[in-house]
Structures are given as structure tokens and as C-alpha cells.
């Protein structure tokens, strides 16, 4: 499972099936992520030893599976929604921003009619959609309520962010 690092009460990593259960650090993982020059982040890994599951803390700068980085979708969308000109960005970092604002688009129907109260209006255009989530947050936000409230994120229904069962 993978948490986002805002959703952690007090910074602690715990089973998110029984707090009470014992966790152990259980290695890392690497995600590239576009920024100038590229960069790569180590994702740490916690294995729950009740449960037998693992568990990952996404930091709140990452979205999850795509190298484009929280903020730059953040003033991407924004940019476009609004017609201004978009932030800086290197080539494949636009490119990466692209598929997921187009991403984002093919997910209107699914987002609105499963977060109901959350979006202003019931069939929404890509960019009421967006004013309406932003009008809660910014994208980081957004993105930790997804995932709590719904087990969900903006540009995919990850299995990811499905809480497990306890045995
Ligand atoms: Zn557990």
C-alpha cells in the first residue's frame, strides 16, 4: 500500500489496518522524478509483521507513477484552466505534464460522480472540475483528500491506495 506523507498522524509511520501492530523498515525504492537535470528519490519501504504487507510513504512533492512533480501539475493545470502562459519546464517534464492533464480529462465523469459533494456541479467541464477541487486546497491537498476520503487519486484508481484487511 502507499500513503502519502501528509496523511501520517505526527509523522509516525503505522499499520494502516491496526495501529497497535509492530512496523520494520523493509528497504527502499528508487523513483526518478523530472526536475532540472532529473533527479532520483528513494522511497523507503515498512512492512507491517502482523499483517505481512508492505507499505510505502510517498513524499507530498510526488504523484504516484508519473515523474512529474505535485507543484509543476499544480501551475500546469492552473495555467491552462486559466489561459495563462505555462511555468517553465524542460521538454520531457511538458510532456509528462500533458499526460496528465489529459489524464486528468478522461477522468471527469469518473472523479465527479464518485466525489459528489466535493465537486460543485454534477457534469462538469475539465476546468470546472479542477476550480472545484482547488477551491479546497492545492494540489497536494487535493491529492491527500483522494486518498484518504475515496482511496483514490486524480489521474488513476490505484490498487495502490486500497487499504488492506487486517488477518
Ligand atoms: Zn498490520
Known amino acids: 500500500m502507499q500513503l502519502r506523507q501528509s496523511s501520517l498522524k505526527g509523522g509516525k509511520v503505522r ?3 491496526n495501529r497497535t501492530h509492530k512496523i520494520h523498515g523493509h528497504g527502499s525504492y528508487e523513483r526518478y522524478r523530472h526536475s532540472v537535470g532529473g533527479k532520483r528519490i528513494r522511497i523507503r ?5 502482523v499483517c505481512g504487507r508492505t507499505l510505502s510513504v510517498l513524499p507530498n512533492f510526488m504523484l504516484p507513477y508519473r515523474a512529474c512533480g505535485v507543484g509543476p501539475l499544480d501551475d500546469w493545470l492552473d495555467a491552462h ?6 511555468p517553465p519546464a524542460g521538454e520531457l ?3 509528462c505534464l500533458e499526460r496528465a492533464r489529459k489524464r486528468f480529462e478522461h477522468r471527469i465523469r469518473s472523479l465527479s460522480s464518485r466525489l459528489g459533494q466535493m465537486v460543485a456541479t454534477s457534469h462538469p467541464t475539465a476546468r470546472k472540475l479542477w476550480e472545484s477541487l482547488r477551491s479546497h486546497g492545492n494540489l497536494a491537498e487535493i491529492l491527500r483528500s483522494l486518498a484518504e476520503g475515496f482511496k483514490i487519486s486524480l489521474l488513476g484508481d490505484y490498487r495502490c491506495l486500497l487499504l488492506w484487511t487486517s488477518p
Do not use: F, M, N, T
Not at 519501504?45 to 509483521?49: K, N
Not at 484552466?81 to 505555462?86: D, K, L, N, S, T
Open 15 to 17: 499499520c494502516p489496518s
Open 45 to 49: 519501504r515498512w512492512l507491517c509483521v
Open 93 to 95: 517534464e511538458k510532456g
Open 81 to 86: 484552466y486559466h489561459q495563462r502562459a505555462p
